[in-house]
């Protein structure tokens, strides 16, 4: 998938721990391992909001695109 989720890298800046995240933010720990390992589909703007305001981050900081490669060479 393009977009890749940074979440464990600003858990590790932050010193915090998943469960501490996932209650300050107000979401089960098992919902946001599926958040953080890149198998959701999608993220509503409340909970990212709520993931920045106690990570102290941009949305930027946790979410990133990066394109997708097919194998084949360009040229």
Known sequence: MPIVV????????RKMPVGVLAERVGITPANLAVLKNGRAKAVRFSTLAALCE?????????LRWEPETDGTADG
């Open 6 to 13: 940074d979440i464990d890298v600003m858990l590790a800046r």
């Open 54 to 62: 106690v990570l102290d981050c941009q949305p930027g900081d946790l």
